[in-house]
């Protein structure tokens, strides 16, 4: 079984304060991909990532990912009230099936 | 690009009675489409992998007569959940993948209530 371990499982901090999440697993991932998603919707993509190393930016979110592919973070900078949500990982291994995380449910307090 | 529907967004049915839940992709074609289960504040787990034109392929532990799924063209996957019982009740998320980049797509979700 492939698991996808967050952490921290929940993060409330105040707004203009900078935040990381991690994502790691034992396994090697071919692709991986962070959402956030808001009570009662859906999961949004945010980022797709697939080679070790690569670091994408996405206005105040930065993504990671790891040298080995096992492992990936999320970078906030100057959290805002907008960025409250659940956010999560998902793993691919070369086909279309995507592994969750286990989720991190951030709060930003204005 | 890369719009999914769901319909219903909110359903509430009896006991014993069966409920159809279809999501579409509505810009793109998917010949893969995922039904997910979320309990509350929990992650996503996947139920099963619906593709056209054949048969869904089920995670360990689904009932697969109990969670019934349809993937008749290419836009549209349903699911139908039979005999629903009160533990039934959950958020049902839907995905469409497009295949070249292995990203996956979400429909806005189903509350389902069984009562």
């Known amino acids: 079984t492939q698991l996808l371990e967050q952490s921290p499982q929940f993060l409330s901090i105040q707004e203009g304060e900078n935040l990381t999440v991690y994502c790691n697993s034992s396994?090697?991932?071919?692709?991986l991909q962070w959402y956030r998603q808001e009570p009662g919707e859906g999961p949004v993509l945010l980022v797709t990532v697939v080679t070790g190393g690569e670091v994408k930016k996405l206005k105040r979110l930065t993504f990671q990912f790891g040298d080995a592919r096992k492992d990936s973070s999320l970078h906030i900078t100057a959290a805002q009230p907008g960025d409250t949500g659940l956010y999560l990982c998902a793993g691919g291994f070369g086909n279309e099936k995507l592994t969750f995380g286990t989720g991190t449910r951030l709060t930003i307090i204005p | 690009g890369a719009v999914v529907s769901q319909h219903p967004s909110r359903v509430i049915c009896k006991s014993g009675t069966s409920v159809k839940i279809e999501c579409r992709s509505l810009?793109?074609?998917?010949?893969?489409m995922f039904w997910y289960r979320q309990f509350p504040k929990q992650s996503l787990m996947l139920m099963a992998t619906s593709n056209e034109g054949s048969k869904a392929t089920y995670e360990q532990g689904v009932e697969k007569d109990k969670f019934l799924i349809n993937h008749a063209s290419l836009t549209l996957s349903t699911l139908t959940v039979t005999s629903a019982h009160p533990e039934d009740s959950s958020f049902y998320i839907c995905?469409?993948?497009?295949?070249?980049?292995?990203?996956?797509?979400f429909g806005p979700g189903t509350r389902l209530t069984v009562t």
């Open positions: 810009d793109f074609q998917a010949t893969t």
């Open positions: 396994s090697v991932f071919s692709s």
């Open positions: 995905s469409a993948g497009r295949t070249v980049s292995y990203e996956q797509y």
